[in-house]
């Protein structure tokens, strides 16, 4: 029998635009190595642009368990899909692609039919919602993946509350750096200038508004929230989350869980860009043209023996809570493995019987953890990655 016919059937569904689809590409590559099988599903424009631009056939072509579909995102060919267009998307997404995805994911429709098992479970992009209403109507469970830090997801789903208390919408003449106290835990240093841009609209019917604050406040209707980030990291604000979302799964960063199950299974990582456009190497020479190659070097120079010590003990405090996170027993880890162990336990319940969507609150007690987002940056000196939150991060310079 093909292993795949029992195999729990993941399907991961990104909001399409670069940096979603990034990470969200890592979190289907280590369920891949835990013998899940994922179908993961693009819009057409992300598709082809990954196969154009980037490696993404042969990093996955290892995986039998792994294959990509396409959905078409109801735009035209020529629409920008970035800026303050990519609002748009949403629109379009929720008219043209929801019944889509549902004719898709229905008995017979191209994501269950074939060799491969039924689809048992959604990992969806967390500002797509959209997707509890499609899955669950056929008893499948959807686990929401919010590619942003818990801390930035926190601050997301305060935002009634900062309407309610006048911090939102910012005036003109606001103090920028008043501090925020709005946001439960982060009361002693949000500031105004943190908040994210779309919070500055003067109008609070601003479309990206209304779309970034309703979605959030729709996550407690799934099955689970995943993050990309860890809890030496950001204990404060996931605690906060759990008191709403209970059923989190912190399991990042990505970057670096990825390649330490790939060195466990003496698997070499391979070196793959998922940038979605032709890579310009003319920035180099118009920076060239910018400042004087001496002028530069003196500045660098200066800082590293000026303030080196200073500049790399928060990072190194980073990187090693980091590596200690996603090492065996470490917390990402755990919480990576039973985020696994509750997919496993959804597909042979979806397998066994569709018939159990209004008792789905089972969920509840099979696991606490499903939120990660942090950005993934690298030591230029060493290759390790590390992640950044701009308020745990000056947390650990004051520990320092």
């Not at 200073?310 to 980073?318: A, C, N, T």
Request: include cysteine; charge should be positive; proline fraction near 5%.
């Amino acid at each position: 029998m093909d292993p795949l016919t029992n195999s729990p059937h993941v399907l991961i569904f990104p909001f399409p635009v670069q940096g979603h689809v990034s990470c969200m590409l890592k979190l289907a590559e280590l369920l891949c190595l835990s013998g899940v099988t994922v179908t993961f599903l693009n819009s057409d424009i992300i598709h082809r642009r990954l196969i154009r631009y980037t490696d993404v056939i042969s990093r996955f072509s290892r995986y039998s368990g792994f294959r990509f579909e396409t959905i078409s995102d109801g735009l035209p060919p020529d629409h920008p899909r970035s800026g303050n267009r990519v609002v748009d998307i949403f629109d379009s997404i929720k008219m043209v692609t929801k019944p889509m995805f549902r004719e898709m994911l229905i008995p017979g429709g191209c994501l269950n039919c074939g060799s491969r098992p039924p689809v048992s479970s959604v990992i969806a992009d967390g500002i797509m919602c959209f997707t509890i209403d499609v899955a669950k109507e056929m008893g499948i469970p959807v686990f929401l993946f919010r590619t942003v830090s818990a801390s930035c997801f926190w601050a997301f789903y305060c935002i009634p509350k900062l309407i309610q208390s006048g911090d939102l919408p910012i005036k003109e003449d606001d103090d920028m750096d008043r501090l925020v106290n709005g946001v439960t835990g982060m009361e002693k240093y949000l500031r105004l200038r943190d908040l994210p841009s779309f919070c500055r609209a003067s109008d609070l019917s601003d479309r990206g508004f209304q779309v970034v604050t309703s979605e959030t406040q729709e996550t407690h209707r799934a099955n689970g929230l995943i993050l990309n980030t860890f809890e030496d990291l950001e204990e404060s604000a996931l605690a906060q989350i759990r008191k709403h979302v209970p059923n989190l799964y912190a399991i990042g960063p990505l970057h670096a869980h990825l390649n330490s199950r790939l060195k466990a299974r003496m698997t070499s990582p391979l070196r793959s860009s998922n940038s979605l456009w032709e890579e310009d190497r003319t920035c180099m020479t118009w920076l060239d043209e910018q400042a004087q190659k001496v002028v530069v070097e003196t500045i660098i120079k200066d800082l590293m023996d000026v303030k080196r010590d200073e500049l790399r003990r928060p990072v190194d405090r980073m990187m090693k809570l980091a590596r200690k996170s996603v090492a065996e027993d470490g917390n990402s880890y755990r919480n990576l493995n039973r985020l696994i162990t509750d997919i496993k336990t959804f597909g042979k319940i979806s397998n066994g019987s569709r018939a159990f969507v209004n008792g789905f609150r089972i969920v509840a007690l099979l696991s606490s953890s499903f939120t990660l987002h942090i950005h993934i940056a690298v030591n230029i000196n060493q290759f390790l990655p590390f992640c950044f939150s701009r308020f745990r991060f000056n947390q650990l310079i004051s520990q320092s």
